[in-house]
């Protein structure tokens, strides 16, 4: 039997050894071939996209260790990694740090292997005390879990009267209040509004904030893919707020705000019916609502909405510690802080929250 010329190219390149390279944010062709793969690979997430590495090193000044692995000039596989070491909260290697999903993206078992090693061996030569991949799927039952987080996620049906007919009756009552209050949505061309909303929740609940300038780094590096949308009252008043990512065929809301009166005003139940309206209109497939502690508020808000909690598999190599670090509310020795920080007057609590939060990812 003949065997024609493009069998043997591709023979040959499946028996090209396959390399570990590190990429550059700078050079823009690997950056694009990082991102082509990443578009077209299954395992790959909206967190895997290179420009990541530009807003953690440019907003947090952690050291990114960008790993690929290539064969004949074919990348099969990335794991984005973030070196991120406190005083406070610990030395770790994490894939990946403010992401709800991480670890290695790769088309075949060599990738992944190669890929892992080339991280344990990065987080020994570091001195860490454990390297943590958020994975999508167990890869290692034999590191330690942390199984504190859930995620939520479902597809949309492709007519917006079918969306809402799939909201809960409890939950859809809520949407329809808001519509009955008069409240509609904005897109809006920067993280303004947003951020006002974002930083007065998160200190009433004792939460920093993070900064500013790193949302607008990630409307920056991610253009339209980021988004901010605002829901205001009959005057114009922003009420509640959320940012989102797009990634193939699917949004992704990821950060959120309020004002006091929101709750009252069904204007979060109200956001979120939005944004699943627009995204229906644009042809998005699916809703991730991506991830919330377990038994906290957030997680029975996203079961309201019909949605059911998926596992996540953090997974960690443990190298100079005994157990998994609890850097998290649900840590009792945080609870003093959280009610310290409460009390703190805005100004000064976004002043001193990025200090804190880039060390917490």
């Known amino acids: 039997m003949n065997t024609t010329i493009e069998e043997v190219a591709r023979q040959v390149a499946a028996s090209a050894p396959l390399r570990v390279k590190h990429l550059d944010s700078a050079d823009r062709p690997a950056v694009r071939r990082w991102d082509a793969f990443v578009e077209a690979c299954p395992e790959a997430t909206f967190f895997h996209r290179a420009g990541w590495q530009q807003v953690i090193g440019e907003v947090f000044a952690h050291r990114t260790h960008y790993l690929y692995a290539e064969r004949s000039g074919v990348i099969e596989g990335v794991l984005p990694l973030a070196h991120v070491k406190s005083v406070l909260f610990g030395n770790t290697l994490v894939s990946l740090p403010f992401a709800v999903y991480g670890g290695v993206a790769a088309s075949g078992a060599a990738a992944v292997e190669a890929l892992e090693g080339e991280a344990q061996a990065i987080a020994r030569r570091l001195g860490v005390d454990h390297l943590e991949l958020r994975n999508l799927r167990q890869r290692h039952p034999e590191w330690p879990l942390q199984d504190l987080y859930v995620r939520f996620r479902k597809d949309l049906a492709p007519e917006i009267d079918d969306n809402m007919k799939a909201i809960p009756r409890k939950q859809r009552a809520m949407v329809r209040k808001g519509i009955k209050n008069g409240l509609r949505s904005e897109i809006d061309v920067d993280a303004g509004r947003f951020f006002a909303l974002y930083a007065d929740n998160v200190h009433r609940h004792g939460t920093p904030a993070l900064p500013r300038r790193y949302f607008e780094a990630l409307q920056r590096v991610f253009g339209g893919d980021c988004e901010a949308l605002t829901v205001v009252d009959s005057g114009g008043r922003p009420l509640s707020a959320v940012l989102s990512f797009y990634f193939r065929d699917e949004v992704l809301p990821y950060y959120a705000g309020d004002e006091v009166s ?82 703190m007057p805005i100004g000064l609590a976004n002043w001193l929250g990025p200090f804190i939060v880039r060390n917490l990812g």
């Open 262 to 343: 929101a709750r009252h005003l069904a204007a979060n139940d109200f956001k979120y019916w939005e944004l699943m309206r627009r995204a229906c209109e644009r042809g998005i497939k699916s809703f991730d609502y991506g991830r919330s502690k377990q038994g906290t508020g957030s997680y029975s808000f996203k079961k309201n909405w019909g949605f059911e909690p998926q596992p996540l598999f953090y997974e960690h190599c443990l190298y100079r510690r005994d157990s998994i670090p609890q850097n998290n509310p649900a840590n009792a020795k945080y609870r003093l802080l959280i009610e310290t920080w409460r009390r």
